[in-house]
């Protein structure tokens, strides 16, 4: 189950980026509105904006539900050690005295 969460997470990640990379910036509205930049674009003039916003919205949302499940299964999982004879400390024995 953790794995597959995790998968989820990452996948969930590399989506969120390229959904950002596609949107357009504010100041590209200016030069759309004249027609220099609605041949370029993806999904044309109009209509983009409202589908990726909505997008990216869901993604995040699904972005932030992966995080917190992650966080939560970390805090039910018995911690593990690299080194398992390290985790108990060793003993502090008292310094001899020299009279």
């Known amino acids: ?4 969460v995790i ?3 990452v996948m969930c990640t590399l989506f ?3 959904v950002i990379l596609l949107q357009t910036g504010k100041g ?6 004249l027609g220099a930049g609605s041949s370029q674009t993806m999904f044309g003039s109009s209509g983009a904006g409202n589908f990726l ?3 990216t919205t ?9 995080s917190l499940t992650l966080g939560i299964m970390s805090t039910k999982e018995k911690s593990r050690s690299v080194m398992p004879d390290l985790e108990n400390p060793a003993p ?4 001899e005295t020299i009279p």
Request: aromatic residues 4%; without cysteine.
């Open 28 to 33: 590209a509205a200016m030069g759309s509105g």
């Open 1 to 4: 189950m953790h794995t597959a």
């Open 53 to 55: 916003t909505k997008m």
């Open 16 to 18: 969120l980026i390229l």
């Open 7 to 9: 998968i989820l997470h």
């Open 92 to 95: 502090i024995s008292s310094p």
């Open 58 to 66: 869901a993604i995040a949302t699904l972005f932030m539900i992966t």
